[in-house]
């Protein structure tokens, strides 16, 4: 079956610590997104990718950083510098930049203890 | 900016009625609006999107209508049941190929 895998799906992390959130698929598809999903205010854009090797800050990419070698894969680090990073967390890939739907994750809920 | 504004942001509707949740958008190059419903701790699925060169799209008991003039288009659900209980996002395209998302509606359907 073809889609979009996050893991893990709950993460917590320490106040301080950097943390990676996982986001493969095997669509075939050259674009790909991170959305911060918090109650009450709809999906924000962190970070997305138009193709391998590129990637463009969203709405919201302070203290966030992420990279694109696969195509495939497009990893989103959660840094120390984020200051408020417990929420739910929405990796999506599209065909191309801004063509039609685009399909998401589960989803990974962090949360800083 | 590029907005996406989404009313109501609950909805409860008894079993068999109709649901009707509306979004207005600001990006006047905005050409595709997808609607999404997402169910309690997983990601959002697409029920049915529309492009900006149709008025109107129909797959069984959703609909989506599209006023471009007005820039303000609706999600229409038909004889409600209660798995339609979820909370349900409208998005814009904009111009600049970023999907721009709706707060969302939570809508409660009552047996």
């Known amino acids: 079956d073809g889609g979009i895998t996050q893991s893990p799906k709950y993460l917590f992390r320490k106040e301080g610590q950097n943390v990676t959130l996982s986001c493969e698929q095997n669509?075939?598809?050259?674009?790909m997104y991170w959305y911060r999903q918090d109650p009450g205010q709809g999906l924000r854009l962190i970070y997305y990718?138009?193709?391998?090797?590129?990637?463009q800050k969203g709405d919201i990419a302070e203290g966030y950083s992420v990279s694109r070698e696969k195509k495939e894969s497009f990893p989103l680090t959660v840094t120390s510098a984020q200051k408020n990073p417990t929420a739910f967390y929405l990796c999506?890939?599209?065909?191309?930049?801004?063509?039609?739907?685009?399909?998401f994750g589960q989803g990974t809920r962090l949360t800083v203890v | 900016g590029e907005n996406v504004e989404q009313h109501p942001s609950t909805l409860s509707v008894q079993e068999g009625d109709s649901a009707v949740i509306k979004c207005t958008y600001s990006?006047?190059?905005?050409?595709?609006f997808p609607w999404y419903k997402q169910e309690l701790g997983k990601g959002p699925q697409l029920i049915i999107d529309?492009?900006?060169?149709?008025g109107e799209k129909k797959d069984q008991r959703i609909a989506v209508t599209l006023n471009k003039t007005a820039k303000h288009f609706s999600l229409h659900i038909t004889e409600t049941q209660p798995e339609d209980s979820a909370v349900y996002f409208c998005?814009?395209?904009?111009?600049?190929?970023?999907?721009?998302f709706g707060t969302g509606t939570r809508l409660k359907v009552l047996a």
């Open positions: 669509l075939n598809h050259d674009a």
């Open positions: 990718s138009q193709i391998v090797n590129d990637f």
């Open positions: 998005a814009g395209l904009t111009g600049t190929y970023k999907y721009i």
């Open positions: 990006d006047s190059a905005s050409n595709y």
């Open positions: 999506a890939s599209s065909p191309y930049l801004g063509q039609d739907e685009a399909f």
């Open positions: 529309i492009r900006s060169n149709v």
